[in-house]
């Protein structure tokens, strides 16, 4: 009786272990792919912000980044300057890394998110003070949208 107890233990605590190690430890960097135009300036300073809140960015600079978007269902209403692809999403323009990591936590059932246009104040086309109010916007494979957050103007 003692053995079967031993080894029950023994089983529980190994498996245990053996999760831990599959589970990538919730402050692990994230693996980002961004497109981008090697004429764009901006999309360098986009580049550094997500640096800087933990994400390990792949900087893919190309001649033509329309392919892409055409590729991963950016319409033009939702484009901007860059498309970085994350997590089986695609992220479009100057979308903070605070609201990538919440769509990778949520997981809904979209394509991906947008700040579509460059809005002042966005991470990346920082001027000062000055901030436009802007929304991060979800699109589906229809390119039907929804806000999926907001900034106020400053």
Known sequence: MRTILLLTFSLLVFSGFVQAKKSPPNNAPIDIVVNRSKTCGCCGKWLEHLKNNNFNVVDNMLDDVQS????????PEMASCH????GGYVVEGHVPASDIKKLLASKPKVIGISVPGMPAGTPGME??????????LSFDKNQKTHVFSQYEAK
């Open 68 to 75: 892409i978007k055409t590729q991963h269902g950016v319409s």
């Open 83 to 86: 498309t970085a692809l994350v």
């Open 127 to 136: 001027m000062g003070d000055k901030q436009d109010a802007y929304q991060v």
